[in-house]
T-cell receptor, first 110, second 115 residues
Framework: TQLLEQSPQFLSIQEGENLTVYCNSS?????LQWYRQEPGEGPVLLVTVVTGGEVKKLKRLTFQFGDARKDSSLHITAAQPGDTGLYLCAGGTGTYKYIFGTGTRLKVLA | NAGVTQTPKFQVLKTGQSMTLQCAQD?????MSWYRQDPGMGLRLIHY???????DQGEVPNGYNVSRSTTEDFPLRLLSAAPSQTSVYFC??????????????FGPGTRLTVT
């Protein structure tokens, strides 16, 4: 069974601070996605990385796929209250199915 | 373009009752799926469909049925509700963005409580 563990589970920081969220597995994934989910809404896709070692930037968010395609990280620079939400990683199995991580709940205080 | 719509938004059922959660998409996506989200467990795949007339089981299919008669609609049926089915249910549609990745679009969810 493929599992994706995210850490930390919860994170509460002040506006302007930097943070990193990790997504780890013992399995190899064909791709890795990150989603953000706000209360009462469905997850929204932020990024997809497909190549080992790949780095993608989306404004203040930097996503990295591990060289062995077993792990990923999300780094946020100068966090803002609008970044508050649940961050989910999802590993691609090479088919249509994705395995979702357990989630990191981020709260950014003004 | 409404994207993925789900109804109802909230539902309370008694144990043993049945109901259908509705899901529709207007993006002409080939793939659709149902997930449930429980605290600390992320999203778990219940059933999925790779096209009209084709469905298959995901990770947690017991107690649920699906059908896909059109590209647009993918209803989820709870046959005999149990308290363990209390959860938030999300429908998603997706397309192949590249050879090895698919982009998923989620609906707003249905919050189900079974008493």
């Amino acid at each position: 069974t493929q599992l994706l563990e995210q850490s930390p589970q919860f994170l509460s920081i002040q506006e302007g601070e930097n943070l990193t969220v990790y997504c780890n597995s013992s399995s190899v994934f064909s791709s890795l996605q990150w989603y953000r989910q706000e209360p009462g809404e469905g997850p929204v896709l932020l990024v997809t990385v497909v190549t080992g070692g790949e780095v993608k930037k989306l404004k203040r968010l930097t996503f990295q796929f591990g060289d062995a395609r077993k792990d990923s990280s999300l780094h946020i620079t100068a966090a803002q209250p609008g970044d508050t939400g649940l961050y989910l990683c999802a590993g691609g199995t090479g088919t249509y199915k994705y395995i979702f991580g357990t989630g990191t709940r981020l709260k950014v205080l003004a | 373009n409404a994207g993925v719509t789900q109804t109802p938004k909230f539902q309370v059922l008694k144990t043993g009752q049945s109901m259908t959660l509705q899901c529709a998409q207007d993006m002409n996506h080939e793939y659709m799926s149902w997930y449930r989200q429980d605290p600390g467990m992320g999203l778990r795949l219940i059933h999925y469909s790779v096209g009209a007339g084709i469905t298959d089981q995901g990770e947690v299919p017991n107690g649920y049925n699906v059908s896909r008669s059109t590209t647009e609609d993918f209803p989820l049926r709870l046959l005999s509700a149990a308290p363990s089915q209390t959860s938030v249910y999300f429908c998603a549609s997706s397309y192949s963005a590249s050879g090895s990745s698919y982009e998923q679009y989620f609906g707003p969810g249905t919050r189900l409580t079974v008493t």
